[in-house]
């Protein structure tokens, strides 16, 4: 098995208390079978609260319950985890113990990545840069399932055009450049012409996402509201980081791109990928124009409220890429 991931996946570690921004607040957090198990046998006064603590959710799964501020009944104070305090990171559910960390499994080869939802990761990504790594584990691959053998053709297939991406995101090539060289391999590639929508158009398509919270629904208002302005600024305000924005985008096309191994929508996922960057161009934008200077805190601010809106909802992931119905037909 050969696992790839980004240079910085195994430098990454959670800053929590530090963290301005809590994974332990506003989220359900689901708790899997197995660690449920151990849960229910646990003992002591701590085993009974961890238990008094556990709820089902409206889909019918168990989670912890939220107290007041939707904070995780074992966050404590300190903004720590009691959990952990008490048990170890082993007394962790899955979901606890793998958040940012995602994965994507293919024959013979596991991708792994760290999500932009989380502020330390957006950190790493734009300070540190972007390349990948492969560590084998020795086990070898015998794929005789003819739809193993399928995906994994188109694996190699498409992480080879992923990997032409790259090449020209980390060229020395101004960001216009970069992005036309893009929209045109990936025409020569699909066959098909690459149209990006106007920019009311992409605001209006994110506006109809449905919203994480309040704050998203007010900033895209207001992204609406001054997007005359916005459009005012040029590329030069771009080409400043250039690279960091060649991070964002090569770091979202290793995530999402790959996914068309399953679905066939190389298309779609890269007009995705090219949408996303440039709704973070624009949040970057208006925050410069609100606060006058755009420091490396916006930055990871605006990469992260991306992130969590989309990439963290399926649905929202889903309508961007595919439509409404999220199969791949028109809206």
């Given at each position: 098995m050969i696992y790839i991931k980004p240079s910085f996946f195994d430098k990454f570690r959670c800053t929590a208390s530090v963290c301005t921004?809590?994974?332990?607040?506003?989220?359900?957090i689901d708790v899997d079978e197995d660690t449920l198990a151990v849960y229910k046998q646990m003992k002591g006064e701590f085993g009974d609260r961890v238990r008094e603590n556990l709820t089902r959710s409206e889909d019918g799964s168990i989670c912890f319950s939220l107290c007041e501020g939707e904070r995780c009944a074992f966050l404590n104070k300190d903004n720590l985890c009691d959990i952990i305090n008490h048990c170890g990171e082993s007394g962790l559910c899955d979901i606890c113990r793998e958040h940012p960390r995602f994965y994507e499994w293919f024959p013979g080869v596991t991708e792994c990545g760290l999500g932009l939802c989380c502020e330390e990761v957006c950190r790493l990504l734009l300070c540190e840069g972007?390349?990948?790594?492969?560590?084998?584990?020795?086990?070898?691959?015998?794929?005789?399932?003819?739809?193993?053998?399928?995906?994994?053709?188109?694996?190699?297939?498409?992480?080879?055009?992923?990997?032409?991406?790259?090449?020209?995101?980390?060229?020395?090539?101004?960001?216009?450049?970069?992005?036309?060289?893009?929209?045109?391999?990936?025409?020569?590639?699909?066959?098909?012409?690459?149209?990006?929508?106007?920019?009311?158009?992409?605001?209006?398509?994110?506006?109809?996402?449905?919203?994480?919270?309040?704050s998203w629904t007010q900033h895209m208002k207001s992204i609406k509201e001054d997007l005359g302005k916005i459009r005012e600024f040029k590329?030069?305000?771009?080409?400043?980081?250039?690279?960091?924005?060649?991070?964002?985008?090569?770091?979202?096309?290793?995530?999402?791109?790959?996914?068309?191994?399953?679905?066939?929508?190389v298309y779609e996922r890269v007009l995705f990928c090219l949408?996303?960057?440039?709704?973070?161009?624009?949040?970057?934008?208006?925050?410069?124009?609100?606060?006058?200077?755009?420091?490396?805190?916006?930055?990871?601010?605006?990469?992260?409220?991306?992130?969590?809106?989309?990439?963290y909802s399926e649905d929202n992931t889903d309508y961007l890429i595919f439509g409404s119905d999220g199969n791949g037909k028109e809206a």
């Open positions: 921004d809590n994974c332990c607040v506003g989220w359900e972007f390349t990948l790594v492969a560590e084998g584990d020795g086990e070898e691959l015998n794929v005789e399932d003819k739809q193993d053998i399928i995906e994994s053709d188109k694996y190699i297939f498409i992480s080879a055009f992923r990997e032409a991406l790259f090449d020209v995101l980390f060229s020395d090539a101004s960001l216009e450049e970069k992005l036309d060289k893009i929209m045109s391999h990936t025409e020569k590639m699909t066959g098909r012409s690459l149209v990006l929508p106007r920019s009311e158009e992409l605001v209006d398509s994110y506006m109809d996402t449905e919203p994480i919270d309040d590329m030069d305000f771009f080409e400043i980081n250039n690279n960091e924005y060649s991070r964002i985008l090569a770091y979202i096309l290793y995530r999402h791109l790959i996914k068309s191994v399953f679905d066939d929508a949408n996303a960057l440039k709704m973070i161009m624009i949040f970057d934008v208006k925050s410069y124009m609100d606060d006058g200077v755009i420091t490396l805190r916006h930055r990871i601010d605006n990469l992260k409220r991306w992130s969590k809106q989309i990439e």
